[in-house]
């Protein structure tokens, strides 16, 4: 054990070394880098004043943010004397959220050294710890034990390949032993806890459910949206698939499959003016493709695709949709499904998609469907033009998200218990 501990201690320093190093050529290393310099004292001028208690929410990234986001607010809402520290470990949670308004103080998570996780912790005095999802930092875990400070992990998923569950993993099941509780999305990753000798587990569903379903009760109305989903000549209701955060592979075969009776919505997951420039090469019918920084209410209805050319719109333009296309399946994974699921559009996208819970599950219940190339998309475009399998598809995917709400309120309620 103490072998394996020393070895991973070495692999922190290495880690920050390493960083250092490409700092001199990367951009994103050297934001890791900087973010870092000084953080005692930084830390210590920043922190939070007041007699309320403190909650630690750590985050790896943009992701896991969105995750602890709806913790963060209960919190917020229900402990309003409650002071929040949000730490992130990758610069692109923290540049994009730095000055999130609902945490006291946002910061980088020093490198996991023993000193540094002694010092973060001294000084920021935590009243309780929360990690989501993935992020297990022993040093950190293992300073919040030695000092009996509640930890949680909210939103966490276990899979059988994890070091924690193979036999040479008792120094990562030492890591499982500083969590005060386990808020697990499914039973699988219960049974793999269970195995392990860990019984303080409370499976309480996906945080990001929570959210998606609040956001979809507050999506704002788009008259943009409203007027290109009219009918040019008789103004009927058309209906719309959105394509959100597409990659070129994923709009190939989107264009190649257009379906005359359907209008269509591209928001490239980059959306510049080259991607947006390329979907319009893509598309046979190219004067009637607009971007949406040049559409108006005007001439919004005469058009048969929409190009989305800015970011943070996506998630409010699915409340027009009929169904919802999800791009990343033909590279590292797939982007947001839980967003259109939370309008009961259902969801379609590339083959990898194994990664992620909601997806299985959605593909289990015929709410989603995979597929790897035009002909697997057309052929699943007109099984959605009959109104019973369109219905079914949608009320899979509601089901799912109505049966798996209320994590927030399970990880608040263990809150007020230990407050």
Known sequence: MAILRALYNAAMYL????????????????????????????LRASLPTGSGK?????????????????????????FPDWKIVLTFFSPSGYEIRKNYPHADLV???????????????DIVQPDVAVFVKYEFWANYLFALKKRSIPVLLVSALFRQQQPFFKWYGAFWRNMLGCFTRFFVQDKN????????????????????IDRVLQLAAMAPENEVLAEFQK???????????????????????????????????????DPTAAAVAHIQSLCADK????????????????????????????????????????????????????????FGLPVIFGPQYERFEEARQFVARGGAFSVRNASELEAVLQKLQDKAFYENASRAVRNYLEENRGATERIISFLEKIA
């Open 189 to 208: 990753s219960e049974l793999l806890l269970q195995g392990v000798g860990f019984q303080n587990i409370t499976i309480a569903g996906d945080t990001r």
């Open 287 to 342: 004067d009637k493709v607009l971007a949406y920084s040049q559409t108006n209410p005007e001439n919004a209805a005469r058009a048969s695709t929409l190009l989305i050319d800015n970011v943070g719109l996506l998630n409010t333009l699915y409340r027009y949709g009929r169904i919802a296309y999800i791009g990343g399946g033909f590279g590292k994974g797939i982007h947001n499904t839980l967003e259109p699921a939370a």
């Open 107 to 121: 910061c980088y998570l020093p490198a996991d050294t023993r000193r540094n996780a002694a010092d973060f912790i």
């Open 231 to 269: 009918h040019p000549v008789d103004g009927s209701r058309l209906p719309l698939l959105i394509a959100g955060s597409t990659w070129p592979a994923d709009e190939a075969i989107l264009t190649q499959t257009m379906l005359p009776q359907v209008k269509y919505v591209f928001a490239p997951h």
């Open 15 to 42: 880690l920050a070394a390493g960083m250092r190093v490409a700092a001199w050529f990367s951009p994103k290393a050297r934001l890791w880098v900087d973010g870092r310099q000084n953080w005692r004292s930084k």
């Open 54 to 78: 403190t909650m630690w929410i750590h985050a790896a990234s943009l992701g896991e943010f969105e995750q602890g986001r709806p913790v963060i607010e209960a919190v917020r809402a229900r």
